[in-house]
Every structure is written in structure tokens, then in C-alpha cells.
């Protein structure tokens, strides 16, 4: 088979893979582009030339000019710690963050307040989540779990079988926490500096109301003396018709 000055013959082994052939340089100066491009990390003018089925001697003249013709382009070509790697340029650094940052995760105050109330009292049913806020939270627990800051942990054992919600993994690192010991108390959520409430507002779209949280704490810590309170006299009536049903005996 005869070729042309411009064109490539390409010899196959059994295996199907290609075997050293004679290639012009402009097609040998294409596949390094394609292979560079391709590679999801730096690669090295050995493993390029060895992978093109050439030397260095023939692919290192090449790679310098695909240097320099990307030189004033918005992806450039770059030699980093002993290989190569296309970048966007770094006058369009601010551009590129910009196009590809994740948009910041927006919560409502509603949603807000369920993911704290479940945060500070998990494991709790959406019922419970009811009561402390006093208006229905199915929506508001339903985006939190769509976008993985809370998680059902099973079924409480009381009539109804009511789901139970805990908070994931996701949320500690959204909040940058370590475990839920880390948790901020009341008061220390009162002393926060500027910089931090800069931090959450930036994280939640949602200004710290200080006095709005100390509210709902407040009201949580009721609920929950209350929920006691009722469960003690439930048990001390219990008890009361146990020792009444055995004198009855």
C-alpha cells in the first residue's frame, strides 16, 4: 500500500492494537493534543511518546509548539511538575469559578427551623416537629431530606408508626461540624461575631434573629418539660390502677 506525504499508514497487530508507524508531524503533533486532552491528570512527554508509538526526540518539538499555540488562547496548554495539562487561562480564573462554583444551598426560615428542632431533639417524628413549631413541617422535612440535611432512621413503635428523622451526614459538613456534640448551645449561638453570622447568612440566605432563636428555644424547652410532665402523671396513674386492680383481687 503506497501514501501520501499526507497521510498516515497505521499498521495493526493481531490484538487489534496499533504497532510503531510512520506518521508526518503534523498528525503526530494532533494525537498528542488528543491525548493530553483527554487525560484527566498531567502526563509526561515519556508517557505521551510512548503512548503515540514515537520518541522524545520526535514528540518534544511538538509539545512546544502546542505550548505556544495555546499560548493566547482561553484554554491553554501548561508543563507542570514534569507534564502537561490544558487549563483555562488564568485571566479568566474569576469567569470560570464563577460558571462552575455549586449554587449555595438556600433555606427557608421554616425550613431552618425544622432542621434545628430535628438537629437538637433527633430522633423525632414529624408530629413531634409539629408541636414545637406549631404548624405543619411535612413540606419543609421533605426539601430538607430531598437535599440529603436530614434522613428517616426508621419508624417509631407507637400507634401509627410515625417516621423518625435524624440529621445526615451532609448536614455536619454543610454547618461545619465535626459530630453533633459540636452543636452550638443557646448561648453560645448568642455570642457569635460578625464574621460568623456573615458565614451563616452566606450558607442559609437567611439572616441570625437572635432573639427569634431564643424564642424558639424557649418554646422547645416548654414542650419538651411538658412532654415529661405528661408522661410522669401517665405513669403515676399507670401505677395507680396496677395497685388498685390488685387490691380489687
Known amino acids: 500500500m503506497t501514501q501520501s ?32 486532552f483527554v487525560s484527566d491528570k498531567l502526563v509526561s512527554a515519556k508517557r505521551l511518546a510512548r503512548s503515540a508509538h514515537a520518541t522524545i526526540t520526535e514528540v518534544q518539538p511538538l509539545l512546544d509548539e502546542l505550548v505556544s499555540d495555546y499560548q493566547q488562547r482561553g484554554v491553554r496548554l501548561y508543563f507542570i511538575a514534569g507534564g502537561y ?17 455549586p ?16 438537629a437538637y431533639r433527633q430522633p423525632i417524628t414529624r408530629p413531634e416537629v409539629d408541636e414545637v413549631r406549631g404548624v405543619d ?10 437535599r440529603n440535611l436530614v ?11 410515625p417516621l423518625v428523622y435524624g440529621s445526615t451526614t451532609r448536614f455536619l459538613e454543610f454547618f ?3 459530630t453533633l456534640q459540636d452543636l452550638p448551645t ?25 432573639a427569634a432563636a431564643e424564642l424558639a428555644a424557649d418554646e422547645a424547652l416548654e414542650t419538651a418539660e411538658r412532654e415529661i410532665l405528661e408522661q410522669e402523671e ?5 401505677a395507680e390502677q396496677e395497685a388498685n386492680a390488685e387490691d380489687d383481687e
Open 186 to 210: 443557646l448561648q453560645e449561638f448568642s455570642d457569635l461575631t460578625e464574621e460568623h453570622k456573615a458565614l451563616f447568612e452566606l450558607r442559609t440566605g437567611e439572616a441570625v434573629d437572635i
Open 5 to 36: 506525504s499526507g497521510q498516515t499508514e497505521t499498521a495493526i497487530e493481531e490484538n487489534g492494537a496499533p504497532t510503531r508507524f510512520s506518521q508526518t508531524s503534523s498528525v503526530l503533533k494532533n494525537v498528542l493534543e488528543s491525548l493530553i
Open 137 to 146: 413541617s411535612g413540606s419543609a422535612l421533605r426539601m430538607l431530606a430531598e
Open 103 to 118: 449554587k449555595p444551598l438556600r433555606l427557608t426560615r421554616a425550613q431552618l427551623e425544622t432542621l434545628a428542632i430535628v
Open 85 to 101: 495539562q490544558f487549563r483555562s487561562a488564568a485571566d479568566s480564573s474569576e469567569f470560570v469559578k464563577s460558571f462552575v462554583a
Open 176 to 178: 461545619g461540624l465535626s
Open 234 to 238: 401517665a405513669a403515676r396513674l399507670a
Open 151 to 161: 434522613k428517616i432512621l426508621g419508624r417509631k413503635d407507637e400507634p401509627g408508626r
